[in-house]
């Protein structure tokens, strides 16, 4: 508005909509005047946490810890019918307890990317976590990722994840951590000829949507989950060269998902493609040629274990001899987890589909 030709401004409300909790904001007001140079006022809020707040004690990096209810326990046996229900840790999370976390989160203005609301259960052999829709809506529609935590692993559900996932409104999510289950036959292979042991227990993780239908479990993961292990050791190459490996339906042979793991070295994460049990195994094999005096020897032996290098014979890496564009290619692929696929192979002539 102009001013009054007396000089005397007038008074200006602004409203603001849509803002989002425990959020800081920036705004510009520009002045215009018809003789002299114009002037510009630049302020900055945040908009307050949101006072009501669900039955989950929130932490100040925004964790949860939520408390036992009748209800959620009875749903945690509804999908975990085969487990001790003596021994199952529940927690159940709604949509106000997700608001309170994530404003946490803002409010400490944790960068885009890191942002993770960690519910944490009980040590207990079995673990369910209840997520309302509206509350997994919420995370990821400010880009927010929600990670189920137990002493024996965890999995993170990025925020892309739970958009594809498409919950119904009303629906839950039930997050079952479980103590996983590996077939001997095909972990013996990689413990005794591939060089591995195994390091700590399997984990289980499934998903079942929960509405007034009834469960259904996800068979099919809209995108991968984010799985992560104990790293159990002290010692920094042992640490590097363990990988996660999983354990996959219709398949006979462990799958390797590589891993890497986290800044404070604690954990092994690898990004798992579809539901069912990992194992993290420790690549004890060492080839002869590259010892630990060697400048390489930490990034050899850690890409052997995640099956990306691999040696010329079982004790020897040869980490002089030059490396072929067939070998190259072959690094990438594994790398890059491009999976194999034989129609492409064909292409060339000069190379034969079993080549590796």
Known sequence: ERSRSG????????????????????????????????????????????????????????????????????QARQVLPDADPNRIAVAAATDRDMGAAVAEILAAEVPEGERVVTLRLDDLPHGVALFDEAALRRAAGL???????????????????????QLNPGEQLAVALTPGAIDSRYLEPWL???????????????????????????STLPSPLLVSHPALTADEVEAATMAVFAQVSGRTQLEPLGG????????????????????????????????PSHWAYRIVHEMAARQVLRGVT???????????????????????????????????????????
């Open 7 to 74: 000089g005397y401004g007038s008074s200006h409300t602004i409203t603001l909509t849509g803002l989002e909790p425990a959020t800081a904001y920036t705004y510009r007001i520009h002045a215009e005047r018809s003789m002299g140079t114009g002037a510009e006022l630049v302020s900055s809020f945040r908009t307050a946490a949101p006072e009501a707040r669900g039955l989950c004690e929130v932490g100040a990096d925004g964790s949860l810890s939520c408390p036992t209810t009748s209800s959620a326990v009875t």
């Open 143 to 165: 880009g927010v990722a929600v990670k189920v935590e137990s002493p024996r692993g965890s999995v993170t559900l990025t925020p892309s994840f739970l958009a594809e996932l």
């Open 192 to 218: 005794s000829t591939g060089g591995y042991r195994q390091v700590g227990e399997p984990l289980a993780v499934s998903l079942v949507r929960i509405s007034e239908r009834g469960m259904a479990p996800v």
């Open 260 to 291: 890497r793991l986290t800044a404070d070295r604690t954990r092994i994460e690898a990004a798992q493609p579809v539901p069912g049990s990992t194992v993290v195994l420790a690549y004890d094999h060492r080839f002869s040629d590259v010892p």
């Open 314 to 356: 079982p004790t020897q890496f040869a980490p002089q001899q030059p490396i072929t564009r067939g070998q190259l290619a072959a690094i990438l692929a594994r790398a890059l987890n491009l999976g194999e696929d034989d129609r492409f192979a064909r292409i060339y002539y000069d190379i034969a589909p079993n080549d590796g």
